[in-house]
Structure formats: C-alpha cells, structure tokens
C-alpha cells in the first residue's frame, strides 16, 4: 500500500502495571506483535507507557528509571527481530542531572532519538514539575538510554528514506494543549505525521474537547496525528484514565477507540500520505508560514523495511465521494447546497438589474435543479415566479417521457411555459448547410415524415454529430434571443466535454457549474422528498429515475431515447469518483485504479472495465479544456470546480500521455 501513498498506523494503549517496566515491557512487546500481524508501519504508546504515568515521587528513586531503561532496551530488541515498523514509546530519562518526561522513537532494533515533554503542567489535577524538568532546560544535546547514545531534544524529525512523504514528528500530551504546539512547528519544518504520547485523564466532556482538538491541529498543520492514552491500568488514586486513542488526518477523525476499555489494544487506521503531500504543495500558506520558524530541526533517517505486505486497505473509500452519507447532516448539507446555489444566482439578477430570465427546460436533471434553484431565487427576491420564462424545446430525439415531465414540472412550479418545436428549425438548418442527416435526402421532406423515417433508422447508423449540434444551438438561440438566460449543465459534464460548444455550453450564468452529476441526482431526489407532495414529488422521481441522455438523436421505434450518455461516457458513479479523486487530490491514475477496487459502487465493476472507462474519462478531460476555458460564471458549492477563473486552470493543448500510461499500468 506504500506505493499508493498509504502508511498503516497505530494508537497503542497496553496493559499496564504501575511501576513495573518489566511487565509493561511485555505487554508493549505483545502489542507490537499483534501490529505486525496487521501490517502496521507506525505503532505510539501513552506517555510514560513503560512506568505508568501515575508513579509519583517513585520517579526519583533510582530504581525506577534504571528499570525503564532495561525495558526501553528490550522493547528495543523486540523491534529488531519481529516488528519491521517505528515504535514511539514513552518512559522516564535521567540527563544532565535531571529527569525528563520523553518519547523514545525505536526501529530496526535500536533508538532513532528521545524527544522530552515540552511543557510541564502544573495545575489543577497535574504535578508534573514536581517531577519533571521540561525540555528547554536540557543542555545536553544527546543521551544514554538503552546503552547508547542517541539525540535528544524537541529539535528531533524522523525521516524515512524509502517512503518519501513519511516525516515522523513527535510531541508529549500538554505540548498539544498550549497555545503554539511544538508539533505546528514540526509541521512547518517537514513533519507529515504527528504522534502524541499522553495521558490525558478522564472528565465530564473532556473527550469531545480532546477530539475536537486532535482534528482541529491535523487540519491546522495539513497532517496525520497519533494520539495514544493511558488506559484504565493507570492508578486511580484522584483520576482515571480512560485510552481514548484518536488518529486524525487533515482534519477529519479516523479512527477513535472506544474509552475505558480493559486490555490492551490497538486503533489502527490507513493515512494517506498523498492527500498530505498534495494540499501543502496547493496551500501556498501553509509554506508561507515557514518563516516563523526560528529553529532548525535535525532529521534523524531510517528505511522501512520493504517486505511485501498485502493488508486489507483499512481505509473507507467512499464510491460516492460527493454525496453526503451521514443521514444526519443530509438536510444541512442540501440547505447550504441550494443557500448558496440561490446567493449566487440573487446577486447577479440583482446587479443585472434583470427582472426575468429564460431557461430551457428538458425534464431531465440538470435543467430540472436549475429550475428549481432560480424558483428559490425568484422567492427570495421576492418577484413573483412568473418572470422566469421557461421553454421546453422537443426535437428528433425528445421522448414522451421527459416532454410530459417537463409540462407536469412547469405548470406545478408556476414559472411561464413556452413550448416551441425546434424540428422544422432544425430543418431548415440542416438544408441551408447542405447536410443530409444519417445520410437521408432532405428533399420533400417535412420535420413530420422526417421524424418517422429516422425512427427506424438501425443503430450503426445512429451516428451524426451536425444533426445533433444542429438542435443544441437552435435552442440555444431561441433562449438567448428570450433574455438573461440561467444554464443548466453540470461538472460532470463539463469534465467530460459532454456538452455543445456555444450551445448548452453558454449562459449568463450557471448555477450548476460546480454541481457533479452523482449530487444533481441526489438534490433533486431531496427536493422532492422535503419540498413537494403529491403529482410533483412524483414527477420529480420520475425525473431521477429516467435513464440520462442529451436526447439529440433520434428516438427509437418503441419510442425509447436514442442515445444514452452513460454508454458513451461511463457510469456517472465512476465518472464522478475519478473527477475527484483526479482533482480534489492530484491522485495518479494507478492509485484511482486501487482506490476503485475498494469502493463499494452499486454495481460490481470488474477491473478491465474500470480502467477502461477511466481512460475515456482522461481522454476526453484532456481534450475538451478549451470549453472549460471559457466557462460562464458560476458559484463553487463544493471542494472541486472548474472554473478558470480560481480553482482549475489547464491550457487546452495539453497531453494526456502521461496520465494514460500510467493509467494503463
């Protein structure tokens, strides 16, 4: 999975005994095993998860830190014959005549360096300065521990030479809860992924805090964090512990153990080193605040060992990455969708000064949510519905299906309705070029027996891209000549290039233009379950159930549409998963490859076909820049837009070589 960007890591919390380092050796020991087993790569244990954080002015005795470092020792060894990861481990270190609270970082069977607490608490429920010098009092720049000597110091960066984007940062439970963490620093100076040692005791809404905070510094520094918790091992004299072990990445919770479980355990998630390496290459900010830094850091490197290891990804790969899950938060999302489809739409009119607009209207779904967006828009400007003048335009390829769609929907929403018959325009087009559609003479013929001849026409037939083009900008025209016309198209398609050039293409403004098709389905299907009742919301899952087509050639015999996009240009389910994968991180199309084998789509696509379509996608992505350069204005709704003006710039003459290699492997 290191190949895909992928590094498996680990929360640790361990059975403890307080004061026994030999015995919580062992339990270390066990669970670093049970990490091997899963293929962890990265394993962090709780602050001082080889004494126990718990011991008191035990931790002045000679005794105790001399058997921490016999057990760092054999923890040491451990990593050396059986487990190929890191081991991030915290325990009690004498130097330069005092005692420091630290991590040790452990692979391949010895100490990569000991990073002490920074800050000390010493308030409330906490004395660590009682026992404790923080690090800044260090003088000494290396220690003994585990008979040798090591640096030391919170200047301290683990490099991996064999997975470039792996740089281990380590810091100390309070060292998270100050206003400037050392980890921010850690980040700034290269550090992809962040481990904290802590022992954080338990308090009525603490958790929630605690996560909050994890997510919210993951976010902050564009990395992974690792919080291991001393668990319910540690003494309860005055508190208690409860292993909330919490791993984030980028701001989002992945993985969260559940608190005051007894034994010990692993929380163990899939970080995505890509995602980290693509935003801080994006976030030019993020890079900008290197100059706070005031100290250099030393990178101390080691080589994971690259023995093949076939896990399960543990990650969820989400085949519909546009469209919110949390059942929750589905009414939110939507709401904030259609605020900020309709915000957009009301201050251009607004400054248009523009008191009606046109819109064509196909019963099909892009035309359907931007008909419904500019009804909302009209309600908050508080004009009366009227002024929005939608045409539906039937042509050679209109089925009976969407045409009364359209009516049903027109008449329910209160907009007015013109219908205008484009055949006989399109006619006359087709005769002023010179062009025989299919290859049929145009001579007496009318729009009427035209139509019924191209009903029977045999599908290899079924081809002629001016026929279609015709129609396309004979409605285009008929809107622009109506007024301030509202477009309609999607993302998807303008990914695709699935749109005519100065045709659908055009507008004076798209509500749309950031909208995937996955999430158009979606919001329509919404709308109608949580705006409408009764002919209306059926009409509306009728749209959402109608197979998708531009309807441009000529409807078949039974009646059917005569094309169906989804043929031509793949499931708009894997079409959307590879825009954003491709866009929102930068993903190689190998990695879309892996990533698609692991997403749960409704259907089962075997792998050929995946590739397959993929490559359509980057083909057609690579060669219809041109359109995409002179897009109309539009809102961006989400983390992915097109627009030329901010989010996507690309020249049109681009190769897509590259992108096609290494998607055919």
Same mark, same amino acid.
């Given at each position: ?8 890591? &680990? ?29 962890? =790569? ?52 004498? $130097? ?23 800050? $000390?608490?010493?308030?409330? /429920?906490?004395? @660590? ?38 740089? $281990? ?6 060292? $998270? ?17 962040? &481990? ?52 984030? /990445? ?8 559940? %608190? ?23 976030? =030019?900010?993020?890079?900008?605040? %290197? %100059? ?33 899950? @949390? ?77 009364? =769609? ?48 191209? %009903? ?76 409408? @009742? ?22 078949? &015999?039974?009646?059917? &549409? ?25 993903? @190689? ?19 050929? /076909? ?13 060669? =219809? ?41």
């Amino acid at each position: 999975m290191t190949s895909h960007g992928f590094l498996r890591v &680990a929360a640790a919390t361990p059975d403890l005994v307080v004061a026994d380092p030999a015995a919580n050796a062992r339990h270390t020991i066990a669970l670093l095993a049970e990490a091997e087993t899963r293929g962890v =790569n990265l394993v962090v244990f709780p602050e001082m998860g080889l004494t126990g954080y718990t011991c008191g002015d035990l931790f002045h005795t000679a005794t105790l830190p001399r058997a921490a470092d016999a057990a760092l020792a054999e923890v040491a060894a451990f990593t050396d014959r059986d487990f190929r990861g890191v081991a991030v481990v915290g325990l009690p270190v004498v $130097l330069d005549g005092q005692l420091f609270n630290t991590a040790a970082v452990l692979h391949a069977g010895r100490v990569l360096g000991v990073v002490p607490k920074a800050y $000390l608490p010493n308030y409330k /429920e906490f004395y @660590d300065a009682r026992y404790y010098s923080p690090a800044a009092n260090a003088v000494s720049k290396e220690a003994a521990v585990a008979g040798r000597r090591v640096p030391f110091g919170t200047d301290l960066l683990f490099a991996c030479e064999n997975v470039p984007d792996f740089v $281990l940062g380590v810091e100390v439970c309070e060292d $998270l809860w100050v206003p400037a963490p050392p980890s921010t620093f850690q980040a700034l100076a290269g550090a992809t992924v962040l &481990a904290n040692l802590s022992a954080s005791n338990e308090a009525i809404g603490k958790a929630g805090y605690r996560r909050q905070l994890i997510g919210c510094q993951s976010g902050r520094c564009l990395a992974a964090y690792v919080y291991a918790a001393a668990g319910v091992g540690e003494s309860t004299t005055d508190i208690v512990f409860g292993g909330h072990n919490v791993i984030a /990445e980028n701001g989002a919770v992945l993985a969260e153990a559940p %608190r005051f479980r007894r034994g010990g355990h692993l929380t163990v998630a899939d970080l995505d080193l890509d995602h980290l390496r693509h935003d801080r290459v994006q976030t =030019n900010t993020f890079n900008d605040s %290197r %100059r706070t830094l005031t100290k250099s850091f030393l990178k101390v490197a080691f080589t994971l060992d690259a023995a093949p290891r076939t896990p399960e990804l543990l990650r969820y790969v989400d085949a519909a990455p546009f469209v919110p899950k @949390d059942a929750a938060t589905l009414g939110e999302r939507c709401d904030e969708i259609f605020h900020t489809q309709v915000a957009g739409l009301a201050k251009r009119l607004t400054v248009a000064n523009t008191k009606t607009v046109a819109i064509g209207v196909s019963g099909g779904l892009d035309s359907t949510l931007a008909l419904l967006v500019a009804c909302k828009t009209f309600d908050a400007l508080g004009r009366p519905r009227d002024g929005i003048r939608a045409l539906t335009m039937p042509g050679f390829g209109t089925t009976d299906r969407t045409l009364a =769609n359209a009516r049903t929907l027109m008449a329910a929403l209160g907009v007015s309705v013109r219908e205008a018959d484009i055949r006989a325009m399109c006619l006359e087009q087709m005769r002023a070029l010179g062009h025989a559609p299919f290859g049929l003479p145009l001579a007496g013929e009318t729009h009427e027996t035209l139509g019924e001849k191209l %009903r029977h026409l045999p599908p290899d037939r079924r081809s002629d891209l001016v026929f279609e083009n015709v129609q396309a900008r004979v409605r285009t025209s008929l809107l622009m000549n109506t007024g301030f016309v509202v477009g309609t198209g999607d993302l998807s398609e303008l990914a695709l290039g699935w749109c005519t050039y100065n045709a659908d293409h055009m507008s004076m403004y798209n509500p749309n233009v950031s909208i995937p098709k996955t999430l158009v389905k979606f919001l329509v299907a919404w709308v109608a379950d949580n705006e409408f @009742d009764g002919a209306t919301r059926r009409t509306l899952h009728d749209i959402v159930d109608t197979e998708i087509s531009p309807e441009l050639l000529p409807v078949a &015999a039974d009646g059917a &549409a005569g094309q169906a996009t989804e043929a031509t240009v793949g499931p708009y389910e894997l079409v959307d998963f590879f825009l954003y994968h491709l866009l929102r991180w930068g993903a @190689d199309p190998a990695k879309v490859l892996f990533l698609a084998r692991h997403a749960k789509f409704s259907r089962e696509y075997p792998p050929a /076909e995946v590739k397959d379509w993929l490559v359509v996608f980057l083909r057609r992505f690579f060669a =219809n820049q041109f359109k995409r350069s002179c897009l109309p204005d539009g809102p961006k709704v989400g983390s992915v837009s097109l627009s030329p003006r901010g989010d996507w710039r690309m020249p049109s003459d681009a190769a897509a070589r590259a992108w096609l290699e290494a998607a055919e492997g």
